[in-house]
């Protein structure tokens, strides 16, 4: 009896059409879960452009699935805007996160020279290379211009989704530049709907890339959260320095630490004068200013490694490791005058305020934090008393 040995059979690649389909299904569903995310934490604007992408892309490759059955240069012409917008909205979520403006008459003149590209290979010049030379152009951009705006946003630290986000617009804007030269140079074919081992590895990649991206999206929305929870326990909201709670913390570990090694230190007591006559006159939003602008001046009279803390309404305090009363009165005496010749604009009016400044140093005969920070505001007080915009410093002899 004859056999015959079983030929091997080559596989066959997945329908490029199909592909597509899933991608479409994924990014929908993707830009779904991060509009849901920013409904609940609206606070990061970044997730507001980020859905859209996604809900845009998932259009975009829904003119790609349908391709053939409309007038083709009105798909055509659709589905590249489409395409585009979603990778603009990408930047303009990355620089939301950066704090940065969106670039919105840059970022729509790129998508209209876009455009001009696609139909002019397409219709004056019909290229399909050069036609998808111009989309990996437009997107070798954007995701190049995204990946430097998410590396460059505020982080807690580099080990985070944030940095495999950026990481991974990185590659984007690096496959597409391949994508770009190889369009260029060797040509791409006859369309994308093209059937083949390099259409199937190209959507494989695309849906992968959807959904790591899509999870880290949602995932950098719960660091941000997080991290926003911390600033907020630790950092006075309209100054952006310490908060009471965190600064007595910080504090009492500098005083443990004076205990084992005698380290000196002092500290500044600082309030504001009339400060409550800028409030009922000018209205809270000048006195937040105020509070905003002499917490910025303070902090540029300090050095790497000092503390300053909002201690309470319009009351500061500052605490100075290795400094003694002295080098401590110089720093304050230096912020008095500064604050003196500082000015506020309101409404065309121009307001002055001034500070007066405590000072105290660590010494033997105290035996806490309270009671320096006491002997502070004994000399907070005396400079009230003095007449205002002055320093007064604790001596030696006052310390409880």
């Not at 840059?106 to 050069?130: Q, T």
């Not at 941000?224 to 909201?237: M, N």
Request: some cysteine; glycine content about 10%; hydrophobic content about 50%.
């Amino acid at each position: 009896m004859r056999t015959t040995k079983p030929t091997a059979r080559t596989p066959m690649p997945l329908d490029t059409r199909t592909l597509i389909v899933v991608s479409l299904l994924t990014a929908g569903v993707i830009g779904l879960v991060l509009l849901m995310t920013w409904s609940i934490n609206r606070s990061l604007s970044a997730l507001r452009y980020w859905s859209g992408a996604f809900m845009f892309y998932a259009a975009g490759l829904a003119e790609l699935a349908l391709r053939g059955e409309g007038p083709v240069q009105a798909w055509n012409a659709l589905g590249v805007t489409l395409l585009g917008t979603a990778h603009l909205l990408v930047l303009f979520g990355s620089r939301s996160l950066s704090g940065k403006s969106v670039p919105w008459r840059p970022g729509g003149l790129g998508l209209v020279a876009l455009v001009a590209a696609w139909f002019y290979f397409l219709l004056v010049e019909p290229d399909f290379s050069r036609r998808y030379a111009a989309y990996a152009l437009f997107t070798t951009v954007t995701a190049g211009l995204a990946s430097t705006e998410l590396f460059r946003a505020r982080r807690d630290g580099w080990v985070s989704a944030l940095t495999v986000l950026a990481a991974l617009y990185g590659l984007v804007a690096v496959v597409n530049g391949v994508r770009l030269a190889y369009l260029l140079t060797v040509g791409g074919g006859d369309g994308v709907l093209d059937t083949g081992p390099a259409q199937t590895t190209h959507f494989l990649y695309a849906n992968m890339l959807l959904v790591t991206v899509g999870i880290c999206m949602a995932v950098v929305s719960t660091e941000h959260l997080q991290s926003e929870l911390r600033r907020s326990a630790t950092y006075d909201r309209l100054t952006g320095v310490f908060n009471r709670g965190a600064f007595v913390d910080l504090a009492e570990k500098e005083f443990a630490r004076w205990r084992r090694s005698g380290s000196a230190f002092s500290i500044l007591l600082m309030d504001l004068d009339h400060f409550k006559r800028v409030n009922d006159t000018f209205g809270h939003a000048v006195g937040d200013a105020m509070l905003a602008a002499f917490a910025r001046r303070c902090a540029g009279h300090l050095r790497e490694g000092d503390l300053l803390g909002r201690y309470g309404g319009e009351e500061f305090c500052a605490l100075l490791p290795g400094a003694n009363r002295q080098q401590a009165a110089a720093v304050a005496e230096r912020l008095r005058r500064d604050v003196a010749a500082m000015e506020v604009q309101h409404q065309g009016t121009v307001l002055s305020i001034s500070v007066s400044i405590g000072v105290a140093e660590i010494d033997v005969s105290t035996p806490d934090l309270d009671s320096m920070v006491a002997c502070a505001d004994t000399a907070l007080y005396r400079a009230k008393r003095g007449g205002r915009n002055c320093v007064m410093v604790t001596e030696p002899a006052l310390a409880v």
